[in-house]
Each structure stands twice: as structure tokens, then as C-alpha cells.
């Protein structure tokens, strides 16, 4: 009989995209949480894993983690940038509306 305390623990193979390498990893959860990315040294790139990867943890979970679109409202050369959070819609329509000046997707091309 598993007592409550048991721990259930997966072993899921993937890859690590925290650089470009894409260095092949066996990410390891515990009980619905990532603790931490392990070499796979079955994967053509996965023989270690750099400091990048090693962290992966402590950047998923980091209290300071952006988890909402940002709006900077003062300028550049502020000191404070004024960070105020927007809604997942404003920050689509503000990226969509600043990068119509690249062109429709038929004129882009010729850029």
C-alpha cells in the first residue's frame, strides 16, 4: 500500500530550449512540478547539459517571473520604466498595431 506521502515521479524525455543547442534532456517531475533537467545521453545533443539548463527550475518557478504583459509607460531614457500590467488582448493589439509598419504579409517580403 502507497502512503500519502508517496512521491510520484516522471522521467519524460525532451529537450532543452534555453539556448540554441536544444540540447536533448530528460526533464524530471515530481509530482506535477518540474525539479530538474538531466543530460539524455541517448539524444545526438543531450551528452550535458549547461549551466542554462541546469537552472531551468529556478527560472520556471522564480517569484520574480514575468507571468502578464507589461506596458512601460515613461520613456527609455527614464530610470523607471513605469511597468503597468496589461491584458493578454491590449498587449496582442498594441505588438499587432506597432508592426504594421512592416507591411501585410504580400508586401513584406519585398522588404
Not at 28 to 57: F, I, M, N, Q, Y
Not at 69 to 82: E, N, Q
Request: net charge positive; hydrophobic share 30%.
Amino acid at each position: 500500500m502507497v502512503g500519502a506521502d508517496a512521491r510520484t515521479t516522471e522521467r519524460i524525455p525532451g529537450f532543452c530550449a534555453l539556448c540554441t543547442s536544444r540540447c536533448g534532456a530528460i526533464v524530471v517531475v515530481e509530482d506535477g512540478r518540474l525539479v530538474r533537467l538531466e543530460p539524455d545521453p541517448s539524444h545526438p545533443t543531450g551528452r550535458a547539459l549547461c549551466v542554462k539548463g541546469r537552472v531551468a527550475p529556478e527560472l520556471v518557478y522564480h517569484p520574480d517571473r514575468i507571468l502578464h504583459p507589461l506596458k512601460r509607460t515613461r520613456s527609455k531614457s527614464s530610470r523607471d520604466p513605469g511597468w503597468e500590467q496589461i491584458g493578454w488582448d491590449e498587449a496582442l493589439d498594441e505588438s499587432i498595431g506597432r508592426n504594421r509598419c512592416w507591411g501585410t504579409p504580400s508586401t513584406s517580403s519585398r522588404l
